[in-house]
């Protein structure tokens, strides 16, 4: 069954695009879902379908949007133990350990972030991102720790992902890396894509590949090795390990982009996700949260700095 909801365009809104008129008049719904609804015919002018998000709206006219039912949950609730930073009623802080899936996917439905939150928060979760992702915001890469954001509620979620989308959001990682830097900090702008050559991996590419910014800063050198801050700028799929590997720094355990065999014997990269800031849903108010590596890495470092491979 879908809901319907009916808005009458105002006389300030004349001449302007339906998706722009239906995100004033439906702010706890996600833009990207509204236009979605517009090109699958689920949005109707004056009882006409409008298939067009640049439609320019007259003022009187009737705005008619079909929301269809969210589908049935089926993914489990587990009481998995969870490192929450930060939890109010709109959103949580959760630091993700090192091995943890952030959401289901086939073959692997339970043990991820999203089973653990499911349980802890039980039906308060935003759903834009549909039923196996209720909450999820942003991901990070299993072997990759650190802090994520996570909406309970849809206008949070819109809130959250629009700062996203204007690259406001903080976010720091740490890593260590292969090989010496010349110097100490620098920028890759560099376009990242799914490699032609490997349909499972990512790669800088000029062929259907979006722009890609990482701002790095080095930490401590440990000759071989160094410790890096990574910040960053975009947040494309595997940006940092992708963007690391292509100026011949690649992540220590990378076993996707980097060498196959490492002195540490590692089965993951080095990187942590150590600082996330965002301005709050509600309050508008920006608040910033850090989180130490895990243990694993720390131990890592403490080898490097005892030249102890």
């Known amino acids: 069954m879908e809901k319907t909801e009916v808005y009458k365009v105002k006389a300030e809104q004349q001449g302007s695009r339906l998706d722009q008129v239906l995100s004033q008049a439906f702010p706890e719904i996600s833009r990207s879902f509204l236009q979605k609804r517009i090109r699958e015919g689920g949005v109707l002018v004056d009882g006409d379908?409008?298939?067009s998000k640049k439609y320019k709206v007259e003022e009187g006219q009737e705005i008619t949007l079909a929301i269809p039912e969210p589908e049935e949950l089926e993914v489990a609730a587990e009481p998995i133990p969870l490192d929450l930073v930060y939890e109010d009623g709109d959103m949580l802080v959760v630091n993700k350990p090192r091995g943890m899936v952030v959401h289901p996917a086939a073959g692997n439905d339970r043990g991820t972030l999203v089973n653990a939150v499911l349980y802890h928060c039980g039906g308060s979760l935003s759903s834009i991102n549909g039923v196996i992702r209720p909450g999820i915001v942003h991901r990070i890469d299993k072997d990759t720790s650190g802090l994520l954001m996570i909406a309970k509620n849809d206008r949070a979620h819109n809130s959250l992902a629009e700062q996203l989308a204007e690259h406001s959001i903080t976010r720091v990682y740490e890593a260590i890396v292969y090989n010496n830097f010349p110097d100490e900090a620098g920028t890759v702008d560099a376009p990242i894509g799914r490699d032609p050559k490997n349909r499972l991996k990512q790669a800088v590419t000029e062929k259907n590949s979006k722009r890609a910014v990482t701002h790095y800063r080095v930490l401590e050198r440990f000759g071989t090795f160094t410790r890096i801050e990574a910040r960053l700028e975009t947040g494309r799929t595997h940006q940092i390990r992708v963007h690391m590997a292509y100026i011949h720094h690649p992540l220590l355990g990378d076993p996707v982009y980097g060498p196959s065999k490492n002195p540490f014997g590692l089965k993951g990269q080095m990187l942590h996700?150590?600082?996330?800031?965002?301005?709050?849903?509600?309050?508008?108010?920006?608040?910033?949260?850090?989180?130490?590596?895990?243990?694993?890495?720390?131990?890592?470092?403490?080898?490097?700095?005892?030249?102890?491979?």
Request: net charge negative.
């Open 49 to 51: 379908v409008c298939d």
């Open 273 to 309: 996700a150590r600082v996330l800031g965002f301005r709050h849903p509600a309050t508008g108010e920006y608040m910033e949260f850090e989180a130490e590596p895990p243990e694993d890495f720390q131990k890592v470092l403490e080898r490097l700095r005892n030249k102890r491979l």
